[in-house]
């Protein structure tokens, strides 16, 4: 009786062994999917045009230099300048990120760099500007299991010369 139930217990592990740990295996992120992940966060609440949700991706002592050379210091002035920017020039603009790189010089540190297309823009006068295409550096660090920004430039390459 002993040697039946030993048997069957034997038995539960080796099928729990086979069927379990691969399944908890691939069902674990790596930490680049993490990041990714971050980063479509970032671009679908952009593209509502919700600064709070954006501005929840940062640290509250990030910072952000923008394309165009403004550059906010913390969180809560993250958001501040994204209501106003979406609120006005960047209103209606949407936003595709592309991640090239994602390194990790540390467990808990990663460095991004992605290409983006911006539409929508447009000028005073209503005229829409064509696609904007510029490339973005970011460092996250990861705290309490999440991902965020921690530090991110953004440039736009002049036009080639002719």
């Known amino acids: 009786m002993r040697e039946n139930f030993r048997d069957r217990i034997i038995a539960i592990l080796i099928i729990w062994f086979i069927v379990g740990i691969p399944s908890i295996l691939l069902s674990q992120e790596t930490k680049e999917d993490e990041v990714k992940k971050r980063i479509q966060e970032f671009e679908d609440a952009y593209n509502k045009g919700d600064a709070k949700a954006v501005a929840s991706i940062y640290d509250v002592n990030a910072t952000h ?30 936003m595709n990120l592309t991640p090239e790189v994602i ?22 006068d209503g005229t829409e500007v064509p696609p904007i295409k510029g490339f973005c550096l970011a460092v996250y660090h990861k705290l309490k299991n999440e991902w965020f920004a921690l530090s991110v430039q953004c440039m736009v390459p002049p036009p080639p010369q002719r």
């Open 103 to 124: 390194r990790f010089p540390a467990d808990n540190v990663a460095i991004e760099e992605a290409s983006f297309i911006m539409t929508g823009l447009k000028m005073q």
């Open 65 to 94: 230099t923008y394309a165009n050379g403004i550059t906010h210091r913390g969180r809560i002035e993250i958001q501040k300048g994204l209501e106003e920017m979406l609120a006005g020039p960047m209103k209606g603009t949407q």
